[in-house]
């Protein structure tokens, strides 16, 4: 089964419906790009793939032992976040936060694991800077 199943989705806020008869499935190792126009529910999307918000009509599955916890998303930034003074070590760190349960601190294989990752990305001479003083792309 694939990582993720879209079976006939609709999208929306109320009655007001912004795209509809979605299908299409995410198999590991995918990337998928969605594009569209401002305001055409490319978020929207998003969050209903994340089960933040509730489908209009049909359904999205997750296959293949997935679970919620283990999806991570990185949202563009928002007013709120310009003002969070966090460094690019520290956000990138907080991916972690879904393994922590109640452990208030994270432990050394998360460091790790973190800067493994930003090793992976070619981010690691970001790690010091300032999350909020980022570009979109960085
Ligand atoms: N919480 C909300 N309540 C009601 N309508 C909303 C809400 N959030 C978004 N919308 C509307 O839903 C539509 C899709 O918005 P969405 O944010 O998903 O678009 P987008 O494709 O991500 O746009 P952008 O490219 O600007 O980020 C828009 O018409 C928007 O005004
Ligand atoms: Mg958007």
């Not at 401002?38 to 089960?51: A, C, P, Q």
């Not at 999205?60 to 999806?71: Q, S, T």
């Not at 003002?83 to 879904?98: K, M, T």
Request: charged letters at 20%; proline letters at 3%.
């Amino acid at each position: 089964m694939a990582l993720l199943t879209v079976q006939n989705l609709s999208l929306g806020y109320d009655a007001h419906i912004i795209a509809k008869g979605l299908n299409f499935s995410v198999q590991a190792g995918d990337y998928l790009c969605i594009v569209g126009e401002n305001g055409s529910g490319k978020t929207t999307l998003i969050k209903t793939l994340l089960h933040l918000w509730e489908p209009a009509e049909g359904q999205v599955l997750y296959g293949d032992g997935l679970k919620k916890n283990e999806i991570g998303y990185l949202p563009q930034q928002t007013v709120i976040q310009k003002d969070f003074p966090a460094s690019v070590r520290e956000i990138v760190l907080s991916g972690c936060q879904g393994r922590c349960g109640l452990r208030p601190f994270y432990n050394k294989a998360e460091k790790q694991l973190a800067e493994k990752n930003m090793e992976r990305m070619g981010i690691l001479s970001l790690a010091k800077r300032c999350y909020r003083e980022l570009s979109g792309g960085q």
